[in-house]
């Protein structure tokens, strides 16, 4: 079993990587979108999923890699994990080729996919999307020697890394725009910070893991037999992923305007990168999950699977609830532009916000089955499920906007409607039977307790919008640490276990007492 500190370093090591990028997002998005303006920062939120979308053709090497690494270190054969991480880079850069030719495919149709982008960025975009592509190939050799720092627990290290490509990519931004260079000039920021991370990855890798050896490139024949058993169903786990999480935009493009996309996108954005919180968690927990299930250890399988669900709920439900009722406040004084990004903007952005917290709040009760899937080898039933959501999602989102004239809350009411079928219901029954457990059960254990206290603070978060209004920084984050403080205790009384709480009781309260 992983040590409780080396678990708890882990996470803490996630938390701050990610929160550092947070805080970049937060102060960084309004220069972007104020200096680029709506309809450049639309079009380079339809480049950004682009590229997710041109990532995925790696046919699920990159996933499949990764978790090959940590089983075959959990097993201690380190042959097959030398072979496996040769192997890996030899298929992704006999596939970078495809991905490439996706990025030219992609620029030519893209004035014919979404018409009302202007005429003058036509050939900007045939131009960066190949580029776009080629940084796709150079993530993924940085991501392969991620993952194998994280089968080794140093996801410090791996977190480490990541601040420097987000210091060179922080800095690289602010130079490129202020020098007017809008749109080329955020590419360049991009492949540079991923080049950075590449040359900082290999040198940690070489420090952790003796004889690392990534030459000559390897296609051994079992090695990309397991690859691609597991790749398969992660690539298609993938696909399916981009369909409901990022199609909403290329949807806002093609079905209302381009304009529209930076209105979704910045209502959408806090969500997304505050699932990333959420993902941690089990990010964290995940080689500890897949060496448990390698040893057939389902007794600690519960063990970890209980510690997810809970440190899920409340870290998400602090997140998702606030998001829902802060919204408005917060997207006006984050963003508000009476010229770029008008009062009438924020409120559609706001609602998007909502509706998304929403989804989110259902996801958190069935999120770890996507973990357990995953670790148990069982990737082909989450696949389905994930191709069914992606449907589910992807006609719920156009009837919306067609028949009903939603707008951009139709689009943002499809991802609801699918995560409350699938991820809620029937992806974690299915995982839960796979180790022996109850799903009903633990839905009226643990689900019980998370609605009752994202009911109370809801509760909290209304009786406080409602005492005083904000009209600065300062009041909307005094407004925020009163729903917090009040929101600890909620915390503790229902989504703590019992043993967790003694063992907060011995280290913080216990020697307070003594002095």
């Known amino acids: 079993m992983t040590g409780a500190r080396i678990v708890l370093r882990n996470l803490t090591a996630n938390w701050i990587g990610h929160g550092a990028g947070l805080v970049v ?8 979108v104020h ?58 850069t006999v596939l970078s080729g495809l991905i490439l030719f996706a990025g030219f495919i992609l620029g030519l149709v893209f004035p014919w996919v979404f018409p009302s982008v ?54 690289g931004t602010i130079v490129v725009l202020k020098l007017g260079m809008g749109l080329i000039g955020l590419t360049i920021a991009i492949v540079g910070c991923n080049i950075v991370g590449l040359i900082v990855n290999l040198m940690l890798c070489n420090r952790i893991h003796s004889g690392l050896k990534l030459w000559p ?43 529209s996309v930076a ?85 559609s952005a706001a609602k998007v916000m909502a509706i998304l917290s929403c989804a989110k709040l259902l996801l958190l009760l069935g999120q770890f089955s996507r973990s357990l899937l995953a670790a148990t080898g069982h990737i082909s039933f989450s696949a389905k499920m994930t191709i069914v959501e992606a449907m589910i999602n992807l006609i719920l989102s156009i009837s919306f906007v067609v028949v009903f004239d939603w707008g951009l809350t139709g689009i943002a009411a499809g991802t609801l409607g699918s995560h ?41 978060c209304f009786g406080m919008q409602h005492l005083f ?16 403080l009040c929101y600890i205790p909620i915390a503790l009384l229902l989504l703590v276990s019992s043993n967790d709480k003694k063992r907060l009781w011995n280290k913080i309260y216990r020697p307070i007492v003594k002095s």
């Not at 580029?131 to 720092?149: E, F, Y």
């Not at 209004?469 to 917090?484: D, G, K, L, M, R």
């Open 469 to 484: 209004t904000t009209q600065n920084w300062f009041e909307f984050f005094i407004q925020v640490a009163a729903c917090v």
């Open 420 to 460: 409350l079928l699938i991820q809620t219901i029937l992806v974690p029954h299915y995982a839960c039977k796979k180790v022996g457990m109850s799903w009903g059960g633990l839905l009226l254990s643990t689900g019980s307790r998370g609605l009752i206290a994202a009911g109370l603070f809801s509760g909290i």
């Open 263 to 347: 209105v979704y996108s910045i209502g959408a954005m806090l969500i997304y990168y505050s699932d990333t919180f959420t993902k941690q968690i089990y990010m964290t927990f995940f080689p500890s999950l897949q060496r448990a299930v390698a040893q057939e250890n389902f007794g600690e399988v519960r063990w970890i699977l209980n510690r997810l669900i809970s440190l899920s709920l409340i870290l998400g439900i602090l997140m998702y609830v606030g998001y829902a009722f802060f919204g408005v406040s917060f997207i006006t004084l984050w963003m508000f532009d009476a010229k770029i990004f008008p009062l009438t903007s924020v409120e």
């Open 25 to 32: 997002m937060f102060f960084l998005s309004p220069f972007i």
């Open 35 to 92: 200096t680029l303006g709506v309809t450049e920062y639309g079009i380079w939120q339809l480049l950004t999923v682009l590229t997710g979308y041109m990532g995925v053709l790696d046919l699920g090497v990159r996933a499949s890699t990764g978790r090959y690494i940590i089983l075959f270190l959990g097993q201690q054969e380190y042959e097959k994990v030398d072979e496996t991480i040769r192997t890996g880079l030899g298929l992704y």
């Open 118 to 171: 202007p005429q003058e960025y036509h050939m900007t975009v045939a131009v960066l999307l190949p580029v776009l592509a080629v940084n796709i190939w150079i993530s993924a050799l940085r991501t392969i020697l991620s993952s194998l720092l994280a089968a080794y627990d140093r996801f410090d290290l791996a977190r480490g890394s990541d601040l420097i490509m987000l210091a060179v990519r922080t800095i």
């Open 217 to 259: 490139l390897m296609l051994k024949k079992d090695r990309m037999k397991e690859l691609y058993n597991y790749g398969i169903g992660a690539f298609v786990v993938a696909v399916s992923a981009k369909i409901i999480g990022q199609t909403d935009l290329l949807l806002v493009g093609n079905l209302i305007s381009i304009d």
